[in-house]
């Protein structure tokens, strides 16, 4: 059993910053792979970023690429998503993932367990 909980979303202006905390209860959870999606009004939800169980790998959508940064600190069972640039296309309720497994995944069916989000809007 591992239970995610996010924090630090808000409002920012275009072109701000904000970083995203996903706290980890359970003794898996160094051993999981992790990812943070997001979904936006009216449509799915969608892959940003993931990083493998001992942070030495990480893959990003094309989207976030070059501006978003994922981390994890294992000690603090703790993934972080620094998120920069910020645009208004960012707005979404951001979700953590922890993975079945321990490599990098961008699909939501290698997630079985799943925070309950927390939003970000971003203003123009």
């Known amino acids: 059993q591992v239970v995610l909980v996010e924090s630090g979303g808000g409002l920012v202006q275009a072109g701000g910053s904000l970083r995203l905390s996903c706290a980890a209860s359970g003794r898996t959870f160094s051993s999981r792979a992790m990812g943070w999606f997001r979904q936006a009004p009216g449509k799915e939800r969608e892959f940003a970023a993931t990083?493998?169980?001992?942070?030495?790998?990480?893959y990003y959508a094309d989207s976030v690429k070059g501006r978003f940064t994922i981390s994890r600190d294992n000690a603090k069972n703790t993934v972080y998503l620094q998120m920069n640039s910020l645009k208004p296309e960012d707005t979404a309720v951001y979700y953590c993932g922890a993975a079945k497994g321990s490599t990098v995944s961008s699909n939501p069916k290698s997630f079985d367990y799943w925070g309950q989000g927390t939003q970000v809007t971003v203003s123009s």
């Open positions: 990083i493998n169980w001992s942070g030495s790998a990480t």
